[in-house]
């Protein structure tokens, strides 16, 4: 079973499938009832970036599905994603936004999902212990499987 890897920022999706990487600007438009996201919500106005957690929370699922078909995944899947240290750290926690963020993307392909803290690496110095500093730290660790309940650094 693959591993899909997708760190949905706020300025684009960074992601990883086997040998395969990309980007998609994380923009996202309304065209009647349909979300357009990336370059094609750019086409026309009325589009807009990310701009706060909730936002991002509540977009992952379309921007993963977005990877997904950008991927060319195939058969079932692993997810590993990320969110801001900070904010992992204080919704980390039952009734909070990491779990409500683990149950919206299992679906589909999508058998298991492990939600990491992400820090910029200016912000790993700072930290006590290590963190994942973007996509390239999620593929080694999600082998470990590590809940998304679970804090860094322990076993899932």
Not at 33 to 39: A, F, K, M, S
Not at 62 to 75: L, M, R, S, T, Y
Request: net charge positive.
């Amino acid at each position: 079973m693959g591993v899909l890897v997708c760190d949905l920022g706020f300025s684009s999706v960074k992601w990883m499938y086997e040998d395969r990487k990309g980007r998609i600007i994380s923009a996202f438009r309304y065209d009647g009832e349909n979300l357009l996201v990336g370059e094609e919500a750019l086409l026309s106005s009325g589009s807009s970036y990310l701009k706060t957690m909730e936002e991002l929370v509540r977009y992952y699922p379309v921007f993963v599905g977005h990877c997904e078909k950008a991927a060319k995944v195939e058969g079932e899947i692993d997810l590993a994603v990320g969110l801001p240290f900070s904010y992992w750290q204080e919704q980390n926690k039952p009734g909070g936004a990491v779990p409500a963020l683990a149950k919206s993307l299992i679906g589909g392909q999508i058998k298991d999902v492990a939600i990491f803290p992400v820090t910029s690496r200016v912000e790993l110095g700072k930290l006590s212990r290590p963190v994942l500093g973007g996509t390239d730290g999620f593929v080694p660790s999600c082998k470990r499987r590590i809940s998304p309940l679970k804090q860094p650094g322990t076993n899932g």
